[in-house]
Every structure is written in structure tokens, then in C-alpha cells.
């Protein structure tokens, strides 16, 4: 299957797209499957990504008059509500280890499956960057950290990928 | 650009090519709509605090702006009806606290209570016949007001002491607060039941309101 070419929400999306119910109703249908590819890639499962994605969408719809760039802050919302599922998750797997079995479906290849071994700002980095096709800069404002930092997370994770895809 | 880069580019771009989810409209609307009740619920529950933090904080800054040697007593803050009840029972709260806060002058505490007449000689008798710190001792909380009406609301109150020559401990006891002259007061009857139980006094003598003397 072809790859299908990254999502470029911004070139579409009007700037001042942030008022009104209508434009919030707008960007939901439009950034909808973008954000559920980005969750799912993020968390490894499907279920769980729509019920991130939605949740992600009632906090923008929360600070809709504050966000500045909706799109973006949506972006980030999902990746911090993903790092916060990871986070959740492997709470419950130390208090139910036997429970920890969850919804992740993407254990049928050893890509998917060193992905979702990788700590959860490491996938972010390599799927922001690798699929979203972001640059340092903007990874770093969706993980609130440095570009710097950014790369070193890229580099580590694309060294234990390495590890699994060229042993 | 290395091998592994790629690989992983394409990897994911076919992975993210199988996601088939479909948005969700009114999954969402329900959403919002429990997130917006939660977040009513949260606010609130703030604001009823945040009211009462700050007649707290009034009444605490109060206190410790002391000026020529007697400390300042707050007086509460005009209440025009029982409507805005979470600020009544604030102020009601802080009538309370400071008719029996320690440093208050007799004038102070007396201008807080509703007919206060004789109650001064009460006062002057506490201090000769039982300890002479048992005013400041005692500690009076307002744990419930119920209002009846506008201008009138039952209290449930606690007072604790550490003055062991009267009593050390706590009592919960219930009174009232009236909303006179603009302010909200302790009935006669409320501030009596506090001396009563702060004029118990060793010797043979107790203190006593004159009305209520038995």
C-alpha cells in the first residue's frame, strides 16, 4: 500500500478559524481523522484513540476563545492526553498485572511492536516527526520542551528501533 | 537521509493508512455536556470557598494590622439580604469569630451583638470572678446557619477553650445571628450561652447574663 502523504491541516486551515460554534464544529469533522491516526499510532489502539481524540476535543472546545492556533493546541492536547493513557496504563498493569493485556493492537510486526515499547515522549518525537512530518521546533512546543531535547529523543528512539529492524 | 528513517516512514504512513475510525458527533455533544456539569460543579464548590477563604483572610489580616497597641476587629460586610446566602453565613461566621477573638475590646464585641445591653457588666464579671483570661481563651466556630428568613438564622456553633479554670474542651451549642443596622449580629441569647460556659468559674460564683440568670 501506498503511503498516504502527511497531513498538512495548516496549509487548509484559516487562521482565524477560532470563534464560533460553527468553526469548532468545522475543525472537529475536518481534524477528526487526522488526530485518530495520530492517537492510534500514539497509543497502539484504536478504541482507546477515539476516546482520547474526543476528550481532546472537550478541552479545545473548553479553551476555544484562549487558543491561539486551535489546530496546534488540539495537536498537542491529543499528545499529552496519549503520554496520560500511557502514563494511566502502566499504572493499572502494576496494581493488575494480569489485566495487562490491553488493547493494543499493533503487536503483529516488530516495528509496531519496538514502537510501543518506546517511552511515550520518544514515540511521540518519532511519530511527530517521522509521520506528522514536524520539525524540532514544532515537536518541542507540543512536548513543552527544547529543540534540542527533541532531537536527542528522535535519535535514542530511532538507535533501539535500529536495534529491532537492522539486528 | 539513513535507511532506518525511511523505514520507519513508511511504516507508520501505512499504519496510519489503516485507521479507520470515523468521527462522532453526538458521542462528543455527550461529552461536553457531562465535562460542562463537571466543571459547574468545580466552580462552585470554589467560589463557595473562595468566599469563605476570604472573609477568613479579611478577618486574619484584621487581627494582625494592629495600630496604636489594640488590635483592629474587623467588622463584617454589609449584607443586603439572606439571598446571597454563602456571603451571609461568611459574614455571620466572621461576627462570630470576632465577638470572642482575643484583643477585641469590649466595645469591639459588644458592637457585634444584637441588644447589648448589660452585657458589659457580664463581661467586667468574668474577668473578676472567673480567670481573667477566660475571654481570650475561648474560641467560638460557627459550624451551620440555617436561615428562617431574610433577617434571622439559626446557628450551630462549637466552642472550644483551653482555659482549664472554666472548662477545656469543646461543646457544640446552637444560637442565632440577626441582620440589624446593616451587619449581621450574634443574638443576645447566642453570646450569653458562650459566657455562661466561659463564666463557670471555680470559687462559688458563675457568670451569668442578667435575663438569663437562674
Known sequence: MDPEPRPDPDAER???ARSGRADFAELYERAYPEMARLAVLLTGSRENAHDVVQESFVRLHRAWDRAENPHAYLRRIVVNECTSYHRRAFRQRRVQPLLRAENVEFAADEISDALARLAPRQR???????????SEAEIAEVLRCRPGTVGSLVH????????VIEP | MSDIEDVVREHLAVRAAHVDLTSDRADLDSRMTRSNRRHDTVRNGLSLGGAALAVVLVVGLAYFTTSGGSPSVRTPVQATSVTDRNVARAEIAGAYMTVFQPG???????ALVDDPRGLQSVINALRKYASQSALETVRVH???ATFSDATHAA????????????????????GGAVFVDGKWKLTRAS???VMAEAGKVTHDKRVYCPDAAP
Request: charged share 20%; proline share 2%; hydrophobic share 40%.
Open chain 2, 155 to 174: 446557628i450551630a456553633f462549637t466552642i472550644t477553650s483551653t482555659n482549664s479554670a472554666s472548662f477545656a474542651g469543646v461543646m457544640h451549642k446552637t
Open chain 1, 156 to 163: 535514542r528512539g530511532l538507535a533501539e528501533l535500529r536495534q
Open chain 2, 104 to 110: 477585641a475590646t469590649d466595645a469591639q464585641r459588644l
Open chain 2, 142 to 144: 460557627v459550624d451551620r
Open chain 1, 14 to 16: 484559516p487562521d482565524t
Open chain 2, 191 to 193: 453570646f450569653c450561652t
Open chain 1, 124 to 134: 511521540a518525537a518519532i511519530v511527530l516527526r517521522y509521520w506528522h512530518g514536524c
